[in-house]
């Protein structure tokens, strides 16, 4: 049985900092790409970063410089860490394992950027 857990959402001030964590089971971890995804209310869900299992990574452009994946293979855990936050990051965050045309989705945390 698979399953992606997420942790680390919550309500952060614009400019401030989360780090969400994906931990896997039921997968041989190491060989899914990671991604993170995300959803607003009312628009379509959204890549925000992908790292493949040799570690190479792609972001959308409006979190390039702002957001940092990782993956710690041993823990079959894969990290977001976001900095400078905007109001704009806001959304429900999904954790996605993917390998050719499987994919398994975690249940979401929310992410909230507000004063």
């Known amino acids: 049985q698979v399953q992606l857990v997420e942790f680390g959402g919550g309500l952060v001030q614009p400019g401030g900092s989360l780090r969400l964590s994906c931990a896997a089971s039921?997968?041989?971890?190491?060989?899914?790409?990671m991604s993170w995804y995300r959803q607003a209310p009312g628009k379509e869900r959204e890549l925000v970063a992908v790292?493949?299992?040799?570690?190479?990574?792609n972001y959308a452009d409006s979190v390039k410089g702002r957001f940092t994946i990782s993956r710690d293979n041993a823990k079959n855990t894969v990290y977001l860490q976001m900095n400078s936050l905007k109001p704009e990051d806001t959304a429900v965050y999904y954790c996605?394992?993917?390998?050719?045309?499987?994919?398994?989705w975690g249940q979401g945390t929310q992410v909230t950027v507000s004063s």
């Open positions: 996605n394992a993917r390998k050719h045309s499987t994919a398994f």
């Open positions: 039921g997968v041989t971890f190491s060989t899914y790409a």
């Open positions: 790292i493949y299992s040799v570690a190479t990574t």
